[in-house]
Nanobody, 125 residues
Framework: EVQLVESGGGLVQAGGSLRLSCAIS????????IGWFRQAPGKAREGISC????????YYGDSAKDRFTISSDKANNTVYLQMNSLKPEDTAVYYC??????????????????WGQGTQVTVSS
């Protein structure tokens, strides 16, 4: 059974940083795409960034531009999202998800097969 567990969320002041972790277990494949998403209250889930086995890193939308960085530690089956210069509008539940048997990333949540439970990020002004 594939499981994803996010951690690293919390309360931070505007301008601060957080590093989210996504620990993945039960997943054996050379082809994959692992993405980070977020969902604020009353809003749709949006893609932030993704890393795939074949094409590396992708970033979506203005939210991640110049502030967020995705990285992966294959030995520990963990994907990270480093978030810097956080703003109050970054407040949301952050999720990681995986597309199995895939080589390309996607910003569309419906294409992902497994999801973590999410971690809350709250940025105060």
């Amino acid at each position: 059974e594939v499981q994803l567990v996010e951690s690293g969320g919390g309360l931070v002041q505007a301008g601060g940083s957080l590093r989210l972790s996504c620990a993945i277990s039960g997943f054996i494949s050379d082809d994959y795409a692992i993405g980070w998403f977020r969902q604020a209250p009353g809003k749709a889930r949006e893609g932030i960034s993704c890393v795939s086995s074949a094409f590396g890193k992708s970033y979506y939308g203005d939210s991640a531009k110049d502030r967020f960085t995705i990285s992966s530690d294959k030995a520990n089956n963990t994907v990270y999202l480093q978030m810097n210069s956080l703003k109050p509008e970054d407040t949301a539940v952050y999720y990681c998800a995986v597309i199995v048997l895939a080589t390309r990333c996607s910003s569309f949540p419906a294409e992902y097969n497994y999801w973590g439970q999410g971690t809350q990020v709250t940025v105060s002004s």
